[in-house]
C-alpha cells in the first residue's frame, strides 16, 4: 500500500515537473498560443552584440520596427499572428544576410536564430492548429514592416533588423 502511494506521488511530481519550462524559459501567451522560449539567453546574445551591429547600421534615421503603429497597439488576439509573422521574417530574411568578418558575432547571431528557429517551428504549429487568427490590422502591420525593410538594401536591413531585435523583444514582454 505504501508503494503505491509514494509511485503515486513521484508520478505527480514527475508529470508537474515535465509541464514547466527549462530553466531560463519563460511561457509567452500570443492570443491564444502558449510557447516556451528563453528570452535572457536572446537578450544575453543579443547585448553581446548589440553595439557592434548597431554601429555597422549606416541609415539612423529610419526604423524598420518603430514606424509608427508597426508593433504599438496590437491587439492580444493578433499576438500570435504578428508574432509569428515576425519570426519567419527574422528567420527567412534577417539572419540570413547578417553575416560579419567577426567569428564571435556570427556565433552570436546564429544562436540567435537557432531560438527564432525553434519559436517559429511552435508558432507555426499554432498557426496549423488555428490558433492564430490573422485579423486586418495586423497583416497591414506586418505589411508595414516589411514595406520598411524591403525599402532598404537587403544587408543593411538585414542588420538595422538585427540592431532593432531589442525593440521586438521589449513588445513581446510588454504584451504579456
Not at 544576410?97 to 536564430?113: Q, W
Request: include cysteine.
Amino acid at each position: 500500500m505504501k508503494g503505491s502511494h509514494l509511485y503515486l506521488c513521484l508520478f505527480s511530481v514527475s508529470c508537474w515537473v515535465s509541464l514547466m519550462p527549462t530553466a531560463g524559459n519563460r511561457i509567452f501567451h500570443f492570443g491564444h498560443c502558449r510557447v516556451s522560449m528563453s528570452m535572457t539567453e536572446i537578450r544575453l546574445g543579443f547585448t553581446a552584440i548589440k553595439a557592434n551591429i548597431q554601429a555597422r547600421d549606416p541609415i539612423r534615421t529610419l526604423s524598420i520596427l518603430s514606424h509608427p503603429h508597426s508593433l504599438h497597439k496590437v491587439k492580444s488576439s493578433d499576438g500570435c499572428c504578428i508574432t509569428h509573422h515576425l519570426f519567419n521574417f527574422y528567420v527567412d530574411k534577417v539572419f540570413k544576410h547578417c553575416k560579419t568578418e567577426d567569428s564571435f558575432i556570427n556565433r552570436k547571431i546564429s544562436s540567435i536564430a537557432n531560438s527564432f528557429l525553434s519559436m517559429k517551428r511552435k508558432l507555426r504549429q499554432c498557426h496549423e492548429q488555428n490558433k492564430c487568427m490573422c485579423e486586418e490590422e495586423s497583416t497591414e502591420k506586418f505589411k508595414q514592416i516589411l514595406a520598411n525593410y524591403e525599402g532598404l538594401n537587403v544587408t543593411s536591413a538585414a542588420i538595422k533588423s538585427l540592431g532593432e531585435l531589442d525593440i521586438l523583444l521589449d513588445w513581446m514582454e510588454k504584451s504579456q
